[in-house]
């Protein structure tokens, strides 16, 4: 049974940083594609960050600000967020899938979800 259990989220002020970890359960996190999606409210879910193989992918919108790592030895996948805007307010959910590199910012490329954990950026 693969569990992904997020933790980390809070309120930030503009500017300022924060660290998610995903911990997994029933998945090996270095022979998965181990993702990062974000949903703000009203919005579709979107990617942020992946890892997979020796390699990070980034959307856009964050690039330069966060960082996708892991911790082979804990099983666990984490993403720096720095210079937080608060556009980054959303709900941010750990993936983790057999993903192909031309689909990895599509949802149906991962198979199992964390429960989310809340990122509020506000002064």
């Known amino acids: 049974q693969v569990q992904l259990v997020e933790s980390g989220g809070g309120l930030v002020q503009p500017g300022g940083s924060l660290r998610l970890s995903c911990a997994a359960s029933g998945v090996t996190v270095n022979r998965y594609g181990m993702g990062w999606f974000r949903q703000a409210p009203g919005k579709e879910r979107e990617f942020v960050s992946c890892f997979k193989g020796g390699s990070t992918y980034y959307a856009d919108n964050v690039k330069g600000r966060f960082t996708i790592s892991r911790d082979n030895a804990k099983n666990t996948v984490y993403l720096q967020m720095s210079a937080l805007k608060p556009e980054d307010t959303a709900v941010y959910y750990c993936?983790?899938?057999?993903?192909?590199?031309?689909?990895?910012?599509?949802?149906?490329?991962?198979?199992?979800w964390g429960q989310g954990t809340q990122v509020t950026v506000s002064s």
């Open positions: 993936a983790a899938g057999r993903v192909i590199t031309s689909s990895l910012a599509s949802e149906s490329s991962y198979a199992w």
